[in-house]
């Protein structure tokens, strides 16, 4: 059975760096396409960023883009999402997900997601 557990969030001032981790167990997380979504209090949670099993593909919101960088170490099951540059815009808790997908595939949308993490509170203020 997998379980994410998130990591990483905090405070931080505009302009700063957050880097967030989303560590699997209970499976080999190499076999899974894996997603990164935020929201906030009010709206729908969106898609920020995502990579294949594969980690030849990967895939950015426009809002993101050139700012966060995803990347996983199948060795230690875990997946990482960079955010440098943050604005306050990008406060939200932010969460990981995972879909098997052995195909190399990018999953953007939140439906296609069978396991979610908790969730970690980003928030980007001065």
């Known amino acids: 059975h997998l379980q994410l557990v998130e990591s990483g969030g905090g ?3 505009p302009g700063g760096s957050l880097r967030l981790s989303c560590a699997a167990s209970g499976v080999t997380l190499g076999n899974y396409a894996i997603g990164w979504f ?3 209090p009010g709206k729908e949670r969106e898609g920020v960023s995502c990579i294949s ?3 030849g ?3 950015y919101a426009d809002s993101v883009k050139g ?3 995803i990347s996983r170490d199948n060795a230690k099951n ?4 960079q955010m440098n540059s943050l604005k306050p815009e990008d406060t939200a808790v932010y969460y990981c997900a995972a879909v ?3 195909w190399g595939r990018l999953h953007k949308e939140v439906p296609s997601y069978d396991y979610w993490g908790q969730g970690t509170q980003v928030t980007v203020s001065s």
Do not use: A, G, H, K
């Open 67 to 69: 700012r966060f960088t």
């Open 78 to 81: 875990t997946v990482y999402l």
């Open 38 to 40: 935020r929201q906030v």
């Open 11 to 13: 405070l931080v001032q």
């Open 57 to 59: 593909s990967t895939d």
């Open 100 to 102: 098997f997908d052995l």
């Open 53 to 55: 099993s594969s980690s």
